[in-house]
């Protein structure tokens, strides 16, 4: 059975930091497209971030381009968010999800297993 399970949210100051991690039972993440979603109260899903099986392609939304790192560690079988420059509108909840597709994607359709989230709080 397939477990994601995300940590590592939290309250921060804008301009803080924080790193998520993504981290999985039942399935080597390593041969999988992970994505990274977020979801605003009232707000639809939005992909923020994505690597692909071979780490060779990563994705980011405009909105985080140059403030969010995406990267993977194959020995913990983790994938990580790195979220530097934090600002209010990056509050919602944080979630992880594998795709068998190829490449990079930010669309939550095509992932199959989804982990329950994380929340992050950016507020002074």
């Known amino acids: 059975q397939v477990q994601l399970v995300e940590s590592g949210g939290g309250l921060v100051q804008p301009g803080g930091s924080l790193r998520l991690s993504c981290a999985a039972s039942?399935?080597?993440?390593?041969?999988?497209?992970i994505g990274w979603f977020r979801q605003a109260p009232g707000k639809e899903r939005e992909g923020v971030s994505c690597?692909?099986?071979?780490?060779?392609?990563?994705y980011y939304a405009v909105s985080v381009k140059g403030r969010l790192t995406i990267s993977r560690d194959k020995a913990k079988n983790a994938v990580y968010l790195q979220m530097n420059d934090l600002k209010p509108e990056d509050t919602a909840v944080y979630s992880c999800?594998?795709?068998?597709?190829?490449?990079?994607?930010?669309?939550?359709?095509?992932?199959?297993?989804w982990g329950p989230g994380t929340q992050v709080t950016v507020s002074s």
């Open positions: 039942g399935i080597t993440l390593a041969r999988y497209t």
């Open positions: 690597i692909s099986s071979n780490g060779d392609s990563t």
């Open positions: 999800a594998v795709s068998a597709m190829p490449g990079t994607s930010n669309d939550p359709t095509g992932f199959s297993d």
